[in-house]
């Protein structure tokens, strides 16, 4: 059988081995639409092998960079000394896995989806690391500091375009948000910035288009430091929050 153009030869490979006698039928469902992510398992996310499926989104290449960008800031400002991280809507635990991997901290990760935490503790036994798992609501204030809060929330709006089988197969909860999708970004700095430390650092993924009126509402309503940095391609991404 011959390797389908859209699918990688890694991918291929592993999928020979792992599904010899029902290759034809898993290319079909891959054809269908059905994430290939989600069939082979995992995935390779900053270096560490993380566990996939339908109870969390699909890790994505640029919330890589959001990790490395934060890990950047965090040893610029605190170098070597160990800090306090939580992690906002973790998901399947790849922010809060690689940032624990990578610095000296204190890590927690919360949820709201009670599915996407187990999965999350999976991930984070089989990559030997110690993280606090929360099930909760991401925007319900917290009862400690925190020198960083990281998260990569539900960001496209309620009418905004998502391909069809993200659309179908990953979850929904994690995927939309009121407000033109800045529910979560304005929800979590109005409820948690008043808990993050001095220094402090708020790290987060946004939509492509969603700089500008992530501008506005911080110089209207915040007298606060702020960065927003761009992905690999060109695009701004991502808003750092620096609470000095």
């Avoid at 990790?67 to 809060?96: E, P």
Wanted: glycine fraction near 4%; charge should be neutral.
């Amino acid at each position: 059988m011959n390797k389908p153009e859209k699918i990688s030869l890694a991918d291929w490979n592993i999928l020979l081995n792992k599904y010899p006698n029902d290759l034809e039928e898993i290319l079909k469902k891959i054809e269908s639409g059905y994430p290939i992510q989600y069939i082979i398992g995992n995935v390779d996310f900053f270096n560490s092998i993380i566990d996939i499926d339908e109870r969390a989104l699909i890790p994505r290449f640029e919330t890589e960079l959001l990790v490395q960008k934060t890990i950047d800031y965090i040893n610029k400002i605190w170098q070597q000394k160990k800090i306090n991280i939580i992690d906002l809507g973790t998901g399947s635990g790849c922010i809060a896995i690689s940032l624990k991997k990578a610095l000296n901290c204190n890590m927690t990760a919360l949820d709201i989806s009670n599915n996407s935490l187990e999965l999350a503790k999976n991930n984070a036994l089989k990559n030997n690391v110690k993280i606090n798992f929360i099930n909760r609501d991401m925007i319900i204030p917290f009862n400690k500091n925190f020198d960083v809060i990281v998260s990569n929330p539900p960001y496209i709006p309620d009418d905004g375009y998502v391909d069809a089988s993200v659309l179908k197969y990953e979850p929904n909860l994690a995927l939309f948000a009121k407000d033109n999708g800045l529910f979560f970004y304005k929800q979590i700095i109005k409820v948690h910035l008043s808990k993050l430390n001095k220094p402090g650092l708020m790290a987060f993924e946004i939509g492509d288009n969603q700089k500008e009126l992530l501008e506005k509402f911080l110089n209207e309503n915040y007298c606060l430091k702020y960065t927003f940095k761009k992905d690999f391609n060109n695009r701004y991404r991502y808003l750092f929050i620096f609470n000095e």
